[in-house]
């Protein structure tokens, strides 16, 4: 079977965001589905994550990043819930959309 450069991109892109997503976890740390389930708390993390990643947005730019992480996250808590091997957690790539991505694969 034929695999299109398309669908090869695509894959590869994703492969690099979960590898690139995959990062270690204090342990004590509360789970990431357990935030996600309090909106004060969910919200709190969001501008903890902008602020370690040095990352300030206008007012409508957030809102369209704020969705982008919540589901980058959600993502991430769906799979640490799921899998005990590993942990995700949010890192730069959590709020970009697929230009960045396509930028960093050749």
């Known amino acids: 079977a034929v695999v299109s450069t398309q669908s090869t991109g695509t894959i590869l892109r994703t492969m690099l965001s979960y ?8 342990s004590g740390s509360p789970r990431l589905s357990s935030i996600l389930r309090s909106p004060g ?12 990643e040095g990352l300030s947005y206008s007012p409508e ?3 369209v ?25 949010v890192n730069m790539f959590s709020v970009m959309t697929e230009d960045p991505y396509s930028a960093l694969i050749p």
């Open 41 to 52: 708390e969910t919200l709190k993390l969001y501008s903890q994550y902008k602020v370690g």
């Open 65 to 89: 990043r704020f969705r982008i992480w919540l589901g980058t996250t959600r993502m991430a808590a769906r799979i640490n819930d799921q899998e005990p091997g590993f942990k995700l957690g």
């Open 19 to 26: 590898l690139l997503f995959v990062v270690t976890v204090v």
């Open 61 to 63: 730019e957030d809102k």
